[in-house]
């Protein structure tokens, strides 16, 4: 009997590495693993290996970091990619590109299956089958960990019994890291009262009491130099991380509403992503009009409301992109920040199309702003709200004198 195949998308992980095995003993399935690399730094043998040791008929490893940086960081960062003003997005970018590798595997090896180690109570599941579905409405979806209940603890026995390996720090923490940043959950980070201790961190030094500078250079909303340097963004990136982290930036350490209705407490180490957005913030703010800034920042919010929920596919964040884009023809120029003690804030910037003016700002004699026109354009600009107050006035004293009489 020829078994059908079926595509897992493969981290290494508790999830996937259980996933295999329930695949084949309850779907009597012929599993091929897709490992997609999004700068997680992973052994990406030793994955292959226990796929393979485990019972996968075929692995296939996908190199996926610069399209990761073109079609979803440099996006992200345009955007200010910030779900809920605090995470950048980094699991919830990758997961589409995960998905859509996972999609052409399925396609090449002509597979009517695809499999993932999602939970049913994350946002991944929602990211994946909703780009899977996208792709190929006709691929079928099976999703062991959340079809079958399971929890990590039922999870691990499971890994016992089948002598699938599983790493103390798995035991430990469920981690998920890409070229953007880490999210790490579980173990004692549940109870939101506890403070992450200092073994969840990669690039955080809690130890270092000096302040350091850094210089970002942009060229139409893009990153393209660290401290004069010139640099891929690949590189780029692993010098903020490094360099940031090294002064204790880079945590956020917050609740998060999930899409699917619970709240989380969620901790991420971002340092790059952190700074990148920071800084690109803020000169937005120097060569964008006013209006330009607090209407992108609506479209900011929703672009990532929607990266974050899985609607990666959607039209609507294609045409988000196209006007995002359109405004960052002129957010080229360069950053300065001071980071010291986890801290880190801007203080300096430049551009040659800023809008600031010092004749126009300045208090000294050089000022070329005449004040004298600012008396009547502030009569116009409060006249409603003076009338409106001035109406309310006049009918408190009528009802005031009514209750006199």
């Not at 859509?100 to 180690?117: F, L, Q, R, T």
């Not at 360099?243 to 204790?248: E, H, L, M, P, W």
Request: hydrophobic share 35%.
């Amino acid at each position: 009997m020829v078994k059908d195949k079926c595509i897992l998308a493969y981290s290494g992980g508790l999830d996937t590495s259980v996933c295999i095995k329930y695949l084949q003993l309850l779907h009597e399935l012929e599993v091929i693993t897709v490992t997609v690399d999004c700068g997680q730094n992973d052994d990406f043998e030793e994955i292959e290996k226990r796929s393979k040791e485990i019972g996968a008929v075929q692995h296939y490893y996908i190199d996926a970091k610069e399209e990761f940086i073109n079609e979803y960081i440099i996006p992200c960062i345009k955007a200010n990619g910030l779900y809920e003003n605090q995470y950048p997005l980094g699991t919830a970018l990758a997961r589409p590109l995960i998905a859509k590798k996972a999609v052409e595997i399925a396609n090449e090896e002509n597979a009517k299956i695809i499999a993932h180690g999602c939970t049913g109570k994350g946002n991944d599941q929602i990211r994946f089958d909703i780009t899977i579905k996208s792709l190929n409405p006709d691929l079928r979806i099976i999703a062991p960990i959340r079809d079958m209940n399971l929890t990590r603890d039922i999870e691990i026995q499971f890994a016992k019994e089948h002598n699938i390996p599983i790493s103390t720090e798995v035991k430990k923490y469920s981690i998920d890291m890409n070229i953007w940043g880490r999210s790490i959950e579980g173990g004692d980070l549940e109870n939101p009262f506890v403070e992450p201790p200092k073994d969840c961190f990669k690039f955080i030094n809690f130890d270092n009491p000096d302040a350091g500078y850094l210089e970002i250079e942009y060229e139409n909303g893009i990153p393209i130099t660290a401290d004069g340097k010139k640099m891929n963004l690949l590189d780029l990136l692993n010098y903020i991380n490094f360099k940031a982290g090294s002064y204790g930036v880079g945590i956020v350490d917050h609740i998060e509403d999930r899409v699917i209705g619970i709240k989380s407490r969620e901790v991420y180490e971002c340092p790059a992503a952190i700074v990148l957005i920071k800084a690109h913030q803020d000169l937005e703010k120097m060569v964008l009009t006013s209006h330009e800034v607090r209407f992108k920042h609506i479209v900011d919010q929703q672009w990532s409301w929607m990266a974050y929920s899985g609607l990666w596919q959607d039209p609507l964040l294609n045409d988000l992109d196209k006007f995002i884009d359109a405004t960052q023809n002129k957010v080229t120029g360069k950053v300065k920040m001071r980071m010291q003690n986890g801290s880190i804030r801007v203080v300096g910037r430049k551009s040659k199309f800023s809008l600031y003016r010092n004749e126009l700002a300045t208090y000294t004699s050089d000022s070329v702003f005449d004040q004298q026109l600012a008396k009547g354009f502030v009569e116009l600009w409060g006249l409603q709200s003076i009338t409106a107050n001035s109406i309310a006035i006049n009918l408190n004293k009528k009802e005031n004198k009514g209750d006199e009489q």
